[in-house]
């Protein structure tokens, strides 16, 4: 089973940026795609960015050209980079990856944009 810890949350001005970090532990031999999703209160859980299982990025429209995606194999981590963030970008972001039908999340972290 995987376990997905989440990092680098926090509050930043409208424009500035953050990096996430997903710390990635326990059996991934069978680690398909993994990334990022967030939520508000108002809205269900969303995709954000995501490696798909050939190891392409995915972005969800809103983000591309802001945000960026990185594997870091060494420290065994996901991380988020997010340029140019908006208010409205406010939200819990969440880890997940998948080994076949099986899913894990993170926790989650706080990421609050202030206009």
């Known amino acids: 089973q995987v376990q997905l810890v989440e990092s680098g949350g926090g509050l930043v001005q409208a424009g500035g940026s953050l990096r996430l970090s997903c710390e990635v532990s326990?059996?991934?031999?069978?680690?398909?795609?993994i990334g990022w999703y967030r939520q508000t209160p108002q809205r269900s859980r969303e995709l954000v960015a995501r490696?798909?299982?050939?190891?392409?990025?995915i972005f969800v429209d809103v983000v591309r050209g802001r945000f960026d995606i990185f594997k870091d194999n060494h420290k065994n981590s996901v991380d988020l980079q997010m340029d140019n963030l908006e208010p409205e970008e406010t939200a819990v972001y969440f880890c997940?990856?998948?080994?076949?039908?099986?899913?894990?999340w993170g926790r989650g972290t706080q990421v609050t944009v202030s206009s």
């Open positions: 997940n990856s998948n080994s076949g039908v099986l899913y894990a």
């Open positions: 490696f798909s299982i050939l190891g392409d990025p």
């Open positions: 326990g059996d991934m031999t069978n680690l398909e795609g």
